[in-house]
């Protein structure tokens, strides 16, 4: 039985790095609670937290808008410094910023992986 992509996963968030389950499959990724938080969209935000009322507030504490996901790796000014090595590296491998979220993965997989890890999710709590 097949099963399309729509049925597991919200396709709005996860599709927009992963627009073909294949690649996804084709990608050997180290899956940790945070990578994965940042591409699903489930977990660590607290916009998801919020929805299933485990916080009071889904605002960022840098008081720029909701804590999503787009909001920490686009635009959230406690994880600067990271995104700024993001940016400067995916611009030195000749790259534009913003990226995409899929060509993020597909072609600087491992610098985004970096940032992912470099950001201290406590601070953002």
């Given amino acids: 039985m097949q ?3 729509t049925y597991f996963i919200r396709p709005h968030y996860n599709t927009s790095f992963f627009p073909k389950v294949e690649q996804r499959l084709k990608q050997k990724i180290p899956l940790t609670p945070e990578f994965t938080s940042l591409v699903t969209g489930h977990g660590k935000t607290k916009s998801y937290l919020h929805r299933f009322k485990l916080t009071d507030d889904p605002r960022c504490p840098c008081n720029k808008g909701q804590q999503t996901p787009d909001h920490i790796i686009y635009d959230c000014n406690i994880v600067e410094a990271q995104r700024s090595n993001l940016m400067k590296q995916i611009t030195l491998s000749g790259g534009t910023w913003p990226q995409a979220k899929d060509e993020m993965i ?11 890890k470099l950001i201290d999710f406590q601070k953002l709590n």
């Fill in 106 to 116: 597909s072609k600087y997989l491992k610098v985004f992986i970096r940032f992912v």
């Fill in 3 to 5: 099963y399309s992509v």
